[in-house]
């Protein structure tokens, strides 16, 4: 059965505190990994698609990359306005989503 | 409309009660997804809909669930004598194609609680 996994539940930092999320995974068929971000309240937002390992993509101060059993989300110098709870999915037949990491950043 | 739209955000209900979710989806996207969220819980995959074809209901909880899709558009999750354990976010999301390279779109999500 597909499986997918987030460390840690959940992680606070500083501001300029850089660090990673984990998302690890069990799939039979990869047809993506897909990185959303979630605000209290709100439904999830999409960030990432990573299709094969060694891919990675970035946005702001967001980098995901991608091996063929886990992907990362490092945050570097991450800012207040960056707490929120981040959901790693992977697509097989359908899309399932893990459980999230829930990131605080303090002033 | 610029996003995808549920309605209504938050409802409460009695333990027995009948509850419909509305979610319409963003123009043109021809995937429409349910999905639920409880407290400390990954999303739960409910139902999907692609364009005309059969719904894929596996991820259904119960016979008490059912979803449709009226004319490619707008969807209503219906629960049936509600249960305590129904209460958490019932989300909605859409996209281009099944595969959504460019991920799914949700709405902001209603809130079921059941007393």
């Known amino acids: 059965e597909d499986q997918v996994t987030q460390s840690p539940e959940a992680l606070r930092l500083q501001e300029g505190e850089s660090s990673s999320l984990n998302c690890s995974y069990t799939?039979?068929?990869?047809?993506?990994l897909f990185w959303y971000r979630q605000d209290p309240g709100k439904g999830p937002e999409f960030l990432f698609t990573l299709y094969s390992a060694g891919e990675e993509k970035e946005k702001e101060r967001l980098k995901a990359t991608l091996t063929k059993k886990e992907s990362f989300l490092h945050i570097t110098a991450p800012k207040p306005e960056d707490s929120a709870t981040y959901l790693c999915a992977v697509q097989d037949n359908d899309m399932r989503f893990g459980a999230g990491t829930r990131l605080t950043v303090k002033p | 409309g610029a996003g995808v739209s549920q309605s209504p955000s938050n409802k409460v209900t009695e333990k027995g009660k009948d509850v419909e979710l509305r979610c319409d989806p963003i123009s043109g996207h021809t995937a429409l997804y349910w999905y639920r969220q409880s407290l400390g819980q990954g999303l739960e995959f409910l139902i999907y809909?692609?364009?005309?074809?059969?719904?894929?209901k596996s991820g259904l909880p119960s016979d008490r669930f059912s979803a449709e899709r009226t004319g490619g558009s707008v969807s209503t999750l219906t629960i049936q004598r509600t249960q305590q354990e129904d209460s958490a976010v019932y989300l909605c999301?859409?996209?281009?194609?099944?595969?959504?390279?460019?991920?799914?779109?949700f709405g902001s999500g209603t809130r079921l609680t059941v007393v």
């Open positions: 799939v039979s068929g990869l047809r993506g």
């Open positions: 999301a859409s996209s281009l194609a099944p595969t959504g390279g460019y991920g799914y779109t």
């Open positions: 809909f692609q364009g005309n074809s059969a719904p894929d």
